[in-house]
């Protein structure tokens, strides 16, 4: 079953993801997991949960380690396309082996244009298994139609503040 977690920026569904993984922990999956300097964010990370493994993921553009790759950018995020690529093939991995719960943070404007975790979302979920999708708020309807979902349920965390 499809269950599509919804807010708006800030919301907490990455935390609403997480707290629903620490009572499910047969699941598995990658959280977007917000990165802080001095209290300021920075970007996000890629938290690949059975692995429990932080990768570098998004940085803004006024926040980039000397290290990290300025060739993709989003916004005021340039990101890191290998990693992208890492959670395109680890997410396919979890799928292909039926993990259930699968937890997927986030589809958005990247993934509308091909890239991001677009080759997940075009892989498909297995019906049977339950999958947690995090799309903020303003981009369900188009992800629901861009990629012909069918949600069981849609959490809008926004209803219950989960920061």
């Known amino acids: 079953m499809l269950h599509i977690v919804t807010g708006d920026r800030d919301s907490g569904k990455s935390r609403f993801l997480m707290e629903h993984h620490e009572s499910h922990p047969q699941g598995d999956g990658i959280i977007a997991l917000k990165v802080f300097v001095e209290e300021k964010i920075v970007g996000y990370d890629a938290y ?3 692995q429990n493994k932080r990768v570098p993921l998004m940085r803004y553009h006024d926040a980039l380690p000397d290290d990290f790759p300025r060739g993709e950018k989003i916004g ?8 992208f690529m ?23 404007r990247l993934e509308f244009k091909g890239h991001g975790l677009d080759r997940v979302m075009k892989y498909g ?17 188009e992800a629901i139609s861009h990629y012909r979902l069918r949600p069981e349920e849609i959490i809008d965390v926004g209803a219950k503040r989960y920061v």
Not at 125 to 141: A, G, S, T
């Open 48 to 50: 690949f949960i059975g």
């Open 86 to 108: 890492m959670m395109n093939a680890y997410l396919i991995n979890l799928i292909q082996k039926k993990t259930s719960p699968l937890y997927v943070d986030e589809i958005g």
């Open 76 to 83: 005021s995020f340039y990101y890191d396309a290998k990693t």
């Open 125 to 141: 979920f297995h019906p049977d298994e339950d999958v947690y999708l995090v799309i903020r708020d303003e981009f369900v309807r």
